[in-house]
């Protein structure tokens, strides 16, 4: 994994908010695939967090596909950024 990974659990913390978010919408994963210009076997492998199920890497969407994704599920940007980093608090966040 080069350092521009996301690691297992980051991609799996993103993954199911994704798959939250498109379940409350009902909302299926070829609907938000074909909306966000992306495949829906790409979308499958964000949500499940693996870029390979085999191998079981973690997924490492391009920021681009992951904000239009993002934008479709209309998922606020604080909830991505603590599945992103879950650890980090919102003292001196400018907005």
């Not at 994704?69 to 209309?74: G, M, N, P, S």
Request: hydrophobic letters at 35%.
């Amino acid at each position: 994994m080069t350092s521009d990974s996301l690691d297992r659990q980051t991609a799996q913390r993103l993954g199911s908010l994704l798959q939250s978010h498109r379940a409350d919408l009902g909302i299926t994963q070829e609907k938000v695939a074909l909306a966000a210009g992306i495949s829906r076997q790409h979308y499958q492998q964000m949500e499940y967090g693996y870029s390979d199920r085999a191998t079981r890497n973690p997924s490492n969407p391009k920021l681009r596909s992951l904000m239009s994704v993002v934008a479709i599920l209309e998922i606020p940007r604080e909830e991505v950024l603590k599945a992103l980093w879950p650890d980090e608090t919102d003292d001196g966040v400018d907005e």
